[in-house]
């Protein structure tokens, strides 16, 4: 030990970073194995690159637009699209459902600042009537369909450092909402340094670095540094069903979108939904020097936003990307192993830290720079990737901010609108107001209906049916 730590203090000062082992002698041998450990965490030829690349030269990074076109997709049989091709993807993706060969995969190991809320941004209780938390939405919906393909699905989450613990806590003391807990599976993302406008790694505390989770796209190398993908293998699994923790809509287990992805022996396919309006923030699928990308709204001027198509009408660059893909396993340790792999962005942050004197600074303003992975600039790295569209209302609602848009508010009331739908579906009329809100208080579990069919199915067989105008909660199965 004392060998590894001269090691990597001499590798820390080589690199110019010997300055976070400036309190080290303040602390206890406990602590100091803490901080030596968190430091030889550290890819310091890497950090270097993107100091130089991200930090030092001037930051605004331009995003190349030469040669951008907007992306195709397919569209939904009820926009125009195919819809002999849709059900032979969708007999498709069954197929691959019932030979066990797809497994769920949820990214949970954000810091959901804005949100602010206290804990895994996954135990948030988040439905309408039971207040049931993002995980038990997903374990129900997993549940449902690995019942209904007769084949259960492997559950792989992603946390992180900060939220593992607690992560795993949560499932156990909710018995894993009734999963199999050999089919569930947590592993932690990488973290980064995160450094000051000199390119110097911040201190969090005395004897601890700034170190943050590596973005959704850390992802990728995760699941090979975890032997997630090693797992997938042995246990027959080539197909991954990639979501985000903060969208309870989404349909976990899409077998139409499986089966896009298998039909046309595509890497990593994505979901778009058309864009409501020009300023709406989603990044846009486009295509350029013949590849699959995604251009951050913030990147995409403005002026181009607002193009319109001149026979149509609607916006040029319409496809809206939702975080919603599936992903094949081999491409995935490819894309882990590879040379160059996914670029780093850089983000300007406030972050807690301390001063010279060892000091806390809590900055009014960003004071420093941390950098994150995107997980879809593995799209350009894609053989034959294909986008589909989706109904927005079934799938995507996020849980993004505390108030306002993309909210718990706007998200509740979206799964009303859903499951009032559903209802109506089935020949109740639900009372509402013009936007589909139902009057009352409505809940459906996936485990009694986790799409329009499967509500209807359960729906029918419901005898004696329940009176919905005192609202409605519908939690177990009819049979
Ligand atoms: P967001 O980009 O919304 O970030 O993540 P966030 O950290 O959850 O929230 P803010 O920006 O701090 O408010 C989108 C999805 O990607 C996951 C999140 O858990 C969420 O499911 N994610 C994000 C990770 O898994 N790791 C990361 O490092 C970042």
């Known amino acids: 030990m004392p060998q590894a730590l001269d090691a990597i203090l001499e590798s820390f000062h080589r690199a110019g970073q010997g300055h976070v082992f400036a309190f080290a002698d303040r602390l206890g041998p406990e602590a100091r194995a803490r901080l030596v450990a968190e430091a030889s965490e550290v890819d310091l030829a890497e950090l270097d690159r993107l100091v130089s690349t991200l930090v030092r030269s001037s930051g605004a990074q331009s995003v190349d637009l030469e ?185 976990s287990i899409d077998p139409a979108f499986i089966g896009w992805h298998l039909l046309r022996g595509s890497e990593m396919s994505s979901k778009m939904v058309p864009k409501a309006y020009p300023e709406e923030k989603l990044g846009h699928f486009c295509v350029q020097k013949g590849r699959l990308v995604v251009i951050e709204y913030s990147d995409l001027p403005m002026e181009l936003q607002r193009e319109r198509d001149t026979a149509t009408g609607s916006l040029r660059y319409e496809a809206g990307s939702i975080a919603i893909h599936i992903i094949d396993r081999e491409f995935v340790r490819r894309m882990a192993g590879g040379t160059g792999g996914l670029p780093f962005h850089r983000a300007d942050k406030k972050i807690a830290t301390v001063d010279a004197s060892g000091a806390e600074v809590r900055p009014a303003k960003a004071n420093g720079v941390k950098f994150e992975l995107f997980v879809f600039d593995a799209l350009p790295f894609a053989r034959n990737p294909v986008v589909i569209e989706t109904a927005r209302a079934d799938d995507f609602s996020p849980v993004k901010n505390a108030e306002g848009v993309d909210s718990p508010a706007t998200c509740r009331a979206d799964q009303m609108r859903q499951f009032g739908r559903w209802l109506a579906a089935s020949g109740v009329p639900v009372p509402g107001d013009s936007t589909g809100l139902p009057d009352f208080s409505l809940e459906v579990s996936p485990l009694f209906g986790y799409d329009e069919e499967t509500f209807r199915e359960a729906w029918s067989r419901l005898d004696p049916k329940p009176d919905v105008a005192d609202g409605l909660c519908l939690t177990t199965p009819s049979k």
């Open 67 to 251: 040669g951008l076109l907007p992306a195709p997709y397919e569209r939904l049989p009820g926009n125009g699209g195919d819809a002999a091709a849709w059900a032979k993807a969708r007999a498709a993706g069954e197929a691959a459902l019932r030979a066990g060969r797809v497994a769920a995969f949820t990214v949970a190991g954000g810091q959901g600042t804005r949100l602010g809320y206290d804990g895994p941004k996954g135990t948030f209780p988040v439905t309408p009537v039971r207040r049931c938390s993002l995980f038990q939405v997903f374990a129900e919906k997993l549940r449902a369909a690995g019942l209904h393909y007769d084949r259960p699905i492997h559950w792989f989450i992603m946390t992180s450092h900060q939220n593992h613990a607690a992560t795993e806590a949560f499932f156990l003391e909710n018995g894993h909402f009734g999963l199999d807990p050999s089919r569930v599976h947590f592993f932690r993302q990488g973290r980064m340094p995160a450094v000051d406008f000199s390119g110097k790694i911040l201190l969090e505390t005395q004897g601890s670095l700034a170190l943050s989770p590596d973005g959704h796209g850390g992802s990728l190398r995760a699941l090979a540094r975890s032997g997630a993908l090693d797992l997938m293998q042995e246990e027959g699994i080539d197909t991954l069903s990639y979501f985000q923790v903060d969208n309870p809509l989404v349909r």
